[in-house]
């Protein structure tokens, strides 16, 4: 105690060699959730698609482990702590072996899986559920981007099966190119009257290309705001470099995109994933993840914390 009989303060004190008192040290960020990745093995059931020369980078096993390796110097400061894992192609067998290999891995804290949305949703969801890891299926995604009807998900038996998805306590990953945008954007407006949270994918794959028209962004500008406005809608940003092909990006427009979208959706609303192993067609984990983060420097800490992961936990529930 001072000679003056003040208490001193209690936790701040120097250890005894002068220091003087001590700042409480702030809180370690959150741990980032890679909230878009995919595994797979060119051998399984529907993963042709790898064999086309334009996947010649991709066409190989990927395993969680090689993600580990990939994501091993983490992000914004933050360790890899969690993942979602996404579906690559329509088939149930897919949706059951990420389910079981999510159960035996703790770094895979959810899985959005395939069911077929014309058909008996709530008895696929079931077969799904009563299998190893069947408690880490958190959403559900089609690959509406290669539906030849543009407006394929606002046909009547899909938004049956949207709302199934909605009773079933689980999210929709929405994968649209520029074709299917308007109708993608009206059918999450519809499927959030009945509860239904619609995730889009990618950004809604925006064009960034370098060489792209000067006004290229302007449409999906417009749609994607139209999404932001629909109430409990999230976006993933992942995947926007992932198809840029030999022209590459426009530095510019990358940035013009992410800034759109934290106008729009707010970073409470945004996730950050890496579309990983995708991206390396065109970059790395750790090049779209520097590149976020850089973007992102400004931010407030706690916005950060939900772009990186927070609006992941939340948008899918994870408990892991």
Same mark, same amino acid.
């Given at each position: 105690?001072?000679?003056?009989?003040?208490?001193?303060?209690?936790?701040?004190?120097?250890?005894?060699?002068?220091?003087?008192?001590?700042?409480?040290?702030?809180?370690p960020?959150?741990?980032?959730?890679?909230?878009?990745h995919?595994?797979?093995?060119?051998?399984?059931?529907?993963?042709?698609?790898?064999?086309?020369p @334009?996947?010649? %980078?991709?066409?190989? &096993?990927?395993? $969680? +482990?090689? !993600?580990?390796?990939?994501?091993? *110097?983490? #992000? /914004?400061?933050?360790?890899?702590?969690?993942?979602?894992?996404?579906?690559?192609?329509?088939?149930?067998? @897919?949706?059951? %072996?990420l389910?079981? &290999?999510?159960? $035996? +891995?703790? !770094?895979?804290?959810?899985v959005? *899986?395939? #069911? /077929?949305?014309?058909?008996?949703?709530?008895?696929q969801?079931?077969?799904?559920?009563?299998?190893?890891?069947?408690?880490?299926?958190?959403?559900?995604?089609?690959?509406?981007?290669?539906?030849?009807?543009?407006?394929?998900?606002?046909? /009547?038996?899909?938004?049956?099966?949207?709302?199934?998805?909605?009773?079933?306590?689980?999210?929709?990953?929405?994968?649209?190119?520029?074709?299917?945008?308007?109708a993608?954007?009206?059918?999450?407006?519809r499927?959030?009257?009945?509860?239904l949270?619609?995730?889009?994918?990618?950004?809604?794959?925006?064009?960034?290309?370098?060489?792209?028209?000067?006004?290229?962004l302007?449409?999906?500008?417009?749609?994607?705001?139209?999404?932001?406005?629909?109430?409990?809608?999230?976006?993933?940003?992942?995947?926007?470099?992932?198809?840029?092909?030999?022209?590459?990006?426009?530095?510019?427009?990358?940035?013009?995109?992410?800034?759109?979208?934290?106008?729009?959706?707010?970073?409470?609303?945004?996730?950050?994933?890496?579309?990983?192993?995708?991206?390396?067609?065109?970059?790395?984990?750790?090049?779209w993840?520097?590149?976020?983060?850089?973007?992102?420097?400004?931010?407030?800490?706690?916005?950060?914390?939900?772009?990186?992961?927070?609006?992941?936990?939340?948008?899918?529930?994870?408990?892991?």
């Amino acid at each position: 105690m001072p000679a003056d009989g003040t208490p001193e303060p209690v936790g701040v004190h120097g250890d005894g060699d002068g220091g003087g008192f001590q700042q409480p040290s702030a809180a370690p960020p959150q741990p980032v959730v890679d909230a878009h990745h995919h595994l797979w093995d060119p051998a399984d059931p529907g993963q042709d698609w790898l064999a086309a020369p @334009e996947h010649a %980078a991709i066409d190989r &096993t990927f395993t $969680a +482990d090689d !993600l580990r390796e990939a994501a091993a *110097g983490g #992000v /914004d400061g933050r360790p890899l702590g969690a993942t979602v894992v996404v579906q690559s192609v329509c088939t149930l067998e @897919e949706s059951r %072996a990420l389910l079981a &290999t999510a159960a $035996a +891995d703790p !770094l895979l804290a959810g899985v959005v *899986g395939w #069911v /077929d949305l014309t058909g008996d949703v709530v008895a696929q969801l079931e077969q799904l559920r009563s299998g190893p890891g069947g408690e880490l299926l958190v959403g559900v995604r089609h690959l509406v981007q290669g539906e030849a009807d543009p407006a394929w998900v606002l046909r /009547d038996d899909v938004q049956r099966g949207l709302r199934a998805l909605a009773d079933a306590r689980l999210v929709f990953d929405l994968l649209v190119r520029e074709p299917q945008r308007a109708a993608g954007v009206e059918g999450a407006r519809r499927a959030a009257e009945h509860g239904l949270v619609a995730v889009l994918d990618h950004a809604g794959k925006p064009d960034v290309r370098r060489g792209a028209p000067t006004d290229a962004l302007d449409g999906w500008t417009a749609q994607v705001r139209s999404l932001a406005a629909v109430e409990g809608s999230v976006c993933k940003v992942s995947g926007v470099l992932s198809e840029v092909g030999d022209a590459g990006w426009d530095d510019d427009a990358v940035h013009r995109v992410l800034d759109v979208l934290l106008d729009a959706f707010g970073p409470q609303r945004l996730a950050f994933g890496s579309d990983w192993p995708v991206c390396l067609l065109t970059s790395s984990w750790k090049g779209w993840a520097d590149l976020v983060a850089e973007h992102a420097a400004q931010l407030p800490s706690a916005d950060r914390d939900a772009l990186f992961g927070g609006t992941a936990r939340r948008a899918y529930r994870l408990t892991r």
